[in-house]
């Protein structure tokens, strides 16, 4: 049970990440325990850590609605995130060791892999983590904190605002970065990430917004696909 309530959880950020739900939609709980086959209070647990993730909304005595992220709002997260990157990636060039560097080098590695297969919620999800990575690579759980939720933020303003190819340069941009910091050019591993944060937020597209689906039934065909095809679900010991 608690596979398939993981399962299920699994599905819906995926679907939120590949910006397949629309922006505000409502999340209603009695319509996604039947499309799941859970109880709503299994339904409400998942929520909850969707809320935590910023992948959707939950608003007091209203319920639980598709992150709708403004334009505004992007513009800020961007610059925090200038600002604090730029910042991580300049401590790092001289202070990174083996282990984050080959950590990185696996991580370009899986990027590049997904791009190949065209699996948009998860070269989303990479791309979050790379700059996790980074953030982790500092020891430091204030900086971790606060680039965990302007990730997750972002992640959700790509799933909305960016279109399907635009991510493609994306995976070079790291590359950018990484090389400079192996270089131990911290100045340059600086500007080789303020220079990439900009770019993405030059690709934000107002207009690119997921046409209208009933995230009910959204949800219910990727469900059934993910049902058909078991090499995700976790195989049962005997
Ligand atoms: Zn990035």
Not at 53 to 61: G, K
Request: overall charge neutral; aromatic content about 4%.
């Amino acid at each position: 049970m608690r596979d398939h309530e993981e399962a299920a959880y699994t599905t819906m950020s995926r679907a939120l990440l590949a910006g397949l739900l629309t922006p505000g939609t409502p999340l209603r709980e009695t319509a996604l325990a039947e499309v799941f086959g859970i109880s709503r209070e299994r339904i409400r647990k998942i929520l909850q850590r969707l809320g935590t993730n910023r992948l959707i909304e939950l608003v007091p005595n209203r319920g639980a609605f598709v992150a709708a992220p403004s334009l505004e709002q992007a513009r800020s997260i961007y610059e925090a995130r200038r600002i604090l990157e730029g910042g991580i990636v300049g401590h790092l060039a001289s202070s990174m060791g083996p282990t984050t560097m080959d950590q990185l080098k696996d991580h370009l590695a899986a990027e590049a892999d997904a791009l190949r297969r065209g699996d948009r919620a998860e070269s989303v999800r990479l791309s979050a983590q790379f700059h996790m990575i980074l953030a982790e690579a500092t020891g430091n759980v204030f900086i971790m904190q606060q680039m965990q939720e302007l990730v997750s933020r972002t992640s959700m303003l790509v799933a909305v605002y960016e279109t399907a190819n635009a991510s493609q340069c994306a995976c070079e941009e790291h590359r950018d970065i990484f090389t400079s910091l192996i270089g131990g050019d911290g100045a340059g591993a600086a500007k080789a990430m303020r220079a990439h944060l900009s770019l993405i937020e030059t690709r934000l597209r107002p207009g690119a917004v997921a046409p209208g689906r009933e995230a009910t039934e959204m949800l219910k065909e990727l469900w059934a696909a993910e049902q058909i095809t078991p090499d995700r679900s976790t195989e049962k010991s005997p």
